[in-house]
Structures are given as C-alpha cells and as structure tokens.
C-alpha cells in the first residue's frame, strides 16, 4: 500500500503524535521507574513472563549478574499487589532449577535487568 520510505518516515510522526496525547506525567503503571516487584512487572504486556528483575540494593552491596527469571505471576488492585513465582540466578549461577515463590516483592525496590556493582563515587 506504501512504500517503505513512506512507512518509515512515518513512523516518527506517529511516536511523535502519540507523546503528545500523553500527560507529561505518566501515571504509575506506564511509568519506567523502579517500584516494587508488581508495579515492575505489571507494565510489560506478558505480566513480566520471561523478564530478569533484580533488587536495587543487590547493587548497592556489591553483588552483581544476580536477578529472578520470572516464570509466572498474578496481579491484583491493579498491579500493586500479587504474588510472582522464578527461578533465582545468584552471581551468574542459576540457584533454584525449580519455580519457586519470588520474596521480598512489597518490601524491597525492583528493577528489570541483571544486578550490576555501583562504583562509589571517588573524591
């Protein structure tokens, strides 16, 4: 129907349309923000399935290539709360072969992606 250069010049203007319709603050479930577990997962379309999640704080401490393979999860009050089940790679190394419950989700701030070490600032 159109030509590829059409598309793709097109594609721009429809990003740029689409922001504008937005608020400029976007409420808390399109926000990429850290949150809590459910908050995190609750954004992406597959419920956070097949996602690498990990504590801010593993950073904080030095502990780096950590994080939960999220295998299966279930929501309520609109994502805030809900129970989410993984397997844990500690250090690289993956520490419960089998599904089990992911811990600390309400009390302890998530982010997606692998732990990385954070360099403490030099004087």
């Not at 808390?28 to 399935?49: D, H, K």
């Not at 299966?72 to 419950?101: D, I, M, N």
Request: glycine share 10%.
């Amino acid at each position: 129907m159109f030509s590829t250069t059409a598309r793709n010049s097109a594609a721009p203007n429809i990003a740029r349309s689409l922001q504008n319709l937005l608020p400029k603050k976007l409420p808390p479930a399109l926000a990429g923000r850290p949150g809590n577990l459910y908050e995190v997962l609750s954004r992406t379309p597959s419920g956070g399935v097949g996602k690498e999640v990990h504590q801010i704080r593993w950073g904080q401490k030095q502990i780096s290539d950590s994080y939960w393979v999220v295998t299966r999860s279930r929501f309520k009050c609109e994502g805030k709360h809900g129970k989410a089940w993984g397997q844990l790679y500690w250090k690289g190394k993956l520490v419960s072969p089998r599904e089990e419950p992911i811990r600390g989700s309400l009390k302890y701030t998530w982010t997606e992606g692998r732990s990385r070490t954070i360099q403490a600032a030099k004087n």
